[in-house]
C-alpha cells in the first residue's frame, strides 16, 4: 500500500495542487479551502452551479495566493484578508475574511457575477459535531484509492481520470471500495480516523478541463447504478486527523479495518 498523491484545493472548487508534503491540521491538510468566492447574497459558490471555478488555478508564491484564469493572473497578499464578514455555505453560518475590491471585480469578470473572495476566520471557524473545519463540506480530509476509480472505469464507456473526485489523499495497495471498511490510517507520524463515506453529486459529471457537464450523467449515474451503498451514491471516505503533524507522498501507511458486524 502506498501514496499515489496528496492534493490540497485552496480556492473552494478552483483546481487543486499535487504536493509531496504538506501539514496537517485540526482543519485538514493546510490551506485546504481556505478560500471561497461569494455572491451578492453572502453565498459561497461552488463548481455544481458555476463549473468555470473548476479552471481556475491556484498557487502560492511566499506570502500570496495567486490565482490565474485564461492566461491573466491576479495575485493576493495573504495579509490583505481584513474585513470580517459572516456567509452561509450550504445555508449553515460561516465566517470569512474579505478580499480587496481589485480581486473581487478580477473574479467578478470571470464569473460575470458580482462576487467576492473570502479567506477562512481562523477566530471563527466552521463546526462539524465537535470538529472544526474550513470551507470543506463536511469533514476535513477526503481519501479515495485507485484501484475503486479503476473498477468504476471498467464500467464506463469512456475512462475518467481521478481527479473528478477532488480528493486529499489518493491510495493504492487495497482492493476496490476497501477503503470503506478502514477505520484508521496512519500516514508517517500523522493519524486520521474515518468518519463516513464521501457521497458524491453531480459535481463528479463535470470535466475540470472543460467545465462542461456529461449530457449521460456519468459517471455519476454508472456509479449509481453499479456500486451504490446504503441506498447512496459514495465513492472515498472522510477522515478526521488525530495526530497533527506533516505527511509525505513517500511516508508509509497502515490502516486498521472496521471489525465485521
Request: hydrophobic share 40%.
Amino acid at each position: 500500500m502506498k501514496i499515489d498523491s496528496l492534493h490540497i484545493y485552496p480556492l473552494k472548487s478552483a483546481k487543486g495542487i499535487a504536493v509531496q508534503t504538506t501539514e496537517v491540521e485540526n482543519i485538514g491538510f493546510k490551506y485546504d479551502r481556505y478560500f471561497a468566492i461569494l455572491n451578492s447574497e453572502k453565498e459561497v459558490l461552488t463548481a455544481r452551479e458555476f463549473p468555470t471555478l473548476l479552471k481556475i488555478k491556484t498557487q502560492f508564491k511566499e506570502d500570496n495566493l495567486v490565482l490565474e484564469y485564461g492566461g491573466k493572473r491576479k495575485s493576493i497578499d495573504l495579509n490583505d484578508f481584513l474585513n470580517p464578514i459572516e456567509v452561509a455555505i450550504f445555508k449553515e453560518p460561516a465566517s470569512g475574511k474579505e478580499a480587496p475590491v481589485s480581486v473581487n471585480n478580477w473574479l467578478s469578470s470571470i464569473l460575470e457575477i458580482d462576487c467576492s473572495l473570502i479567506k477562512i476566520n481562523t477566530d471563527n471557524l466552521r463546526q462539524t459535531g465537535h470538529n472544526a473545519i474550513s470551507f470543506c463540506d463536511l469533514h476535513p480530509i477526503h481519501l479515495i484509492t485507485q484501484e475503486s476509480v479503476n473498477a468504476l472505469n471498467k464500467k464506463l464507456a469512456t475512462a475518467i481520470e481521478i481527479d473528478r473526485f477532488r480528493a486529499n489523499i489518493v491510495i493504492s495497495g487495497l482492493k476496490p471500495f476497501e477503503e470503506n471498511t478502514i477505520a484508521k490510517i496512519t500516514i508517517g507520524q500523522c493519524e486520521f480516523v474515518s468518519v463516513l463515506k464521501t457521497e458524491r453529486c453531480t459535481l463528479i459529471t463535470i470535466d475540470p478541463k472543460t467545465g462542461e457537464k456529461d449530457k449521460k450523467q456519468e459517471p455519476l449515474r454508472t456509479l449509481a447504478k453499479e456500486f451504490r451503498t446504503d441506498k447512496k451514491v459514495e465513492m472515498g471516505i472522510y477522515l478526521i486527523p488525530t495526530k497533527l503533524g506533516t505527511i509525505h507522498a513517500t511516508d508509509p501507511i497502515t490502516v486498521e479495518m472496521k471489525m465485521k458486524e
